[in-house]
Nanobody, 115 residues
Framework: QVHLVESGGDLVRTGGSLRLSCAAS????????MGWYRQAPGKERELVAT???????DYGESVKGRFTASRDRKKTSIYLQMNDLKPEDTAVYFC?????????WGQGTQVTVSS
């Protein structure tokens, strides 16, 4: 069983910054791809960022230039540095990891941006 544990969600003000962390454990090895997705009430889950083991990144259009995703040296954790936060960034942020048995998801961490 693969477990993804997120942390770092909080209430912040417009223009503020926040850093999310996700640690993978269990029978996961080193995931080729880890990422962050988010879901706001009444909206579909959307891509925030993904990072491969070689450091290649992909970002959702709405966060490009503001968010930065990265992997740690052992490649079992992923981070999301969020800058210049906007109210539309308010959502539950989910950690994702690709596994040989299918996608693994964290429980989510709430990010709320007030204006």
């Amino acid at each position: 069983q693969v477990h993804l544990v997120e942390s770092g969600g909080d209430l912040v003000r417009t223009g503020g910054s926040l850093r999310l962390s996700c640690a993978a454990s269990g029978r996961i090895g080193i995931p080729d791809l880890m990422g962050w997705y988010r879901q706001a009430p009444g909206k579909e889950r959307e891509l925030v960022a993904t990072v491969t083991t070689v450091g290649r990144t992909d970002y959702g259009e709405s966060v490009k230039g503001r968010f930065t995703a990265s992997r740690d040296r052992k490649k079992t954790s992923i981070y999301l540095q969020m800058n210049d936060l906007k109210p539309e960034d308010t959502a539950v942020y989910f950690c994702y990891a690709a596994t040989p048995w299918g996608p693994a998801w964290g429980q989510g961490t709430q990010v709320t941006v007030s204006s």
